[in-house]
């Protein structure tokens, strides 16, 4: 959004709050800030709405936390509601795309999936998942299905073993699937070795965790673009569509089991094999440089993993976004 005001000389204001509505008396207090976006002095409003409502189910809540803005021209971000001109992420085939991953790759059939309650997305993610496991002639399970709307299930509630009952866990966004990251490490579970994760969203933390999260990436920075495009041309006059739907990917990392090697390969289509001219003097005579990689690969990464150690965000208190 700010690339786009920038480039047409156009002042974009930001009214950070929270969820509207939300079941914390403490954290609903966020939302006075959305009383200064009443200000008559506005010309038009961007509205995250997913951010807003969270996984709110009613759209009716909605609509009546639009209209203390209306009649100002609006445009909404990831999440569809009617006579609000909406810029959308595709939902539904990259998270098939991720659970093909999942059984084509490595070969996963017991997937576990946690699902956040409530907004169309999550729904969309969710049969996604279930379709995707029909396509493969997986049998759905619901005792491997979790849902809630704000805090993290319990995988383990029903007296399900990681690694037995279930040898993934695929999850409708990155705040669950690092929640799911943490909770497994705590029990001793390792990740990907024993119970990989996925996500959706690509948080910033999905990448600077260890291991670093294979989840599905949005346009974010296109989307706040097109919305301040479909803004500036309501504001002249013009007609823009009802919605508009940006493609997502998939990013391949490391908690699904990919090796840091493939999900390169994955994200610049490197060839499946890499050859080597050079050869290695070993205690059995000499041996290409490729033989040797190959045969001591798990002991190299594992040794460079240890000398790395773990990753971690820097959160300095002197940076600002």
């Known amino acids: 959004m700010v690339d786009a005001c920038r480039e047409r000389d156009v002042n974009l204001i930001?009214?950070?709050?929270?969820?509207?509505?939300?079941?914390?008396?403490?954290?609903?207090?966020?939302?006075?800030?959305?009383?200064?976006?009443s200000d008559g002095k506005l010309d038009g409003l961007i509205v995250s709405t997913s951010t807003?409502?969270?996984?709110?189910?009613?759209?009716?809540?909605?609509?009546?936390?639009?209209?203390r803005f209306q009649p100002r021209p609006i445009v909404g971000l990831e999440r569809s509601l009617p006579g609000i001109p909406t810029v959308l992420k595709s939902e539904y085939e990259p998270m098939c795309e991720a659970m093909a991953h999942l059984i084509e790759v490595h070969g996963y059939r017991r997937i576990a999936y946690i699902n956040r309650l409530g907004?169309?997305?999550?729904?969309?993610?969710?049969?996604?998942?279930?379709d995707t496991l029909a396509k493969y002639n997986i049998p759905y399970n619901p005792d491997l299905v979790f849902s809630a709307y704000l805090d993290l299930p319990d995988l383990t509630g029903g007296g399900l073993q990681s690694g037995i009952d279930f040898e993934a866990v695929?999850?409708?966004?990155?705040?669950?699937?690092?929640?799911?990251l943490r909770a497994l490490q705590a029990h001793g579970v390792r990740v990907p070795e024993q119970v990989a994760v996925t996500g959706f969203d690509d948080v910033a933390?999905?990448?600077?965790?260890?291991?670093?999260?294979?989840?599905?990436s949005p346009p974010f920075h296109e989307m706040g673009y097109r919305a301040v495009e479909m803004l500036l041309a309501l504001l002249a006059g013009e007609a823009v569509p009802d919605q508009v739907i940006l493609p997502c990917k998939l990013t391949v990392r490391q908690s699904c089991g990919c090796m840091p090697i493939q999900a390169a390969r994955a994200e610049i289509q490197l060839p499946v094999e890499m050859k080597f001219d050079r050869t290695v003097q070993t205690e059995a005579g000499q041996k290409s440089l490729n033989a040797v990689l190959v045969a001591h690969r798990a002991d190299i990464v594992a040794e460079m993993a240890q000398a790395v150690g773990p990753e971690e965000s820097n959160t300095g208190a002197g940076t600002s976004p």
Do not use: M, N
């Not at 930001?14 to 976006?37: K, N, R, S, T």
């Not at 807003?52 to 209209?67: A, H, Q, R, W």
């Not at 695929?170 to 799911?180: C, H, I, Q």
């Not at 933390?205 to 599905?216: A, G, H, Q, R």
């Open 205 to 216: 933390e999905s990448w600077t965790v260890t291991p670093p999260l294979t989840t599905v």
């Open 170 to 180: 695929a999850t409708s966004d990155d705040d669950f699937a690092l929640g799911v």
């Open 52 to 67: 807003i409502t969270g996984s709110l189910p009613d759209d009716e809540d909605v609509k009546d936390f639009y209209k």
């Open 14 to 37: 930001c009214f950070p709050g929270g969820i509207i509505f939300h079941p914390d008396g403490f954290e609903a207090q966020d939302d006075i800030v959305y009383d200064l976006a």
């Open 119 to 130: 907004a169309g997305p999550h729904r969309e993610r969710y049969q996604a998942y279930k």
